[in-house]
């Protein structure tokens, strides 16, 4: 049975940082692109960033969280990170990994692109 499973979440003041993980089973994991997506209360489920399939696959983050939010992709452990550093209050919201199937080594952050999703762990982003 294939299964995401997104850990790490909690409350941390703002200018700290979390580390977002999602582990997969039950799939081929490395065929898949994997996205990151949040959503805030009353607000729509944006895409946040996304790593390409396999070892060299691509990355991709919303503007957003360029230069403060990485993702990285450990084909070992079946696992997908989201290192998120110099967190402000709006980046509070419910965080989602998700999977796609992909044939060549590009992602996008469109949520119609994927099939697969985590139950999703909670963000907060207050002092």
């Known amino acids: 049975q294939l299964q995401l499973v997104e850990s790490g979440g909690g409350v941390v003041q703002p200018g700290g940082s979390l580390r977002l993980s999602c582990a997969a089973s039950?799939?081929?994991?490395?065929?898949?692109?994997i996205g990151w997506f949040r959503q805030a209360p009353g607000k729509e489920r944006e895409g946040v960033s996304c790593?390409?399939?396999?070892?060299?696959?691509?990355?991709d983050y919303v503007n957003s969280v360029k230069g403060r939010f990485s993702t990285s992709r450990d084909s070992a452990e079946n696992m997908v990170h989201l290192e998120m550093n110099s967190l402000k209050p709006e980046d509070t919201a419910v965080y989602y990994c998700?999977?796609?199937?992909?044939?060549?080594?590009?992602?996008?952050?469109?949520?119609?692109?994927?099939?697969?999703w985590g139950q999703g762990t909670q963000v907060t982003v207050s002092s």
């Open positions: 998700a999977a796609a199937f992909r044939r060549d080594g590009w992602c996008a952050r469109r949520h119609g692109d994927y099939v697969y």
């Open positions: 790593i390409g399939r396999g070892s060299t696959g691509s990355t």
């Open positions: 039950g799939f081929i994991f490395d065929n898949y692109a």
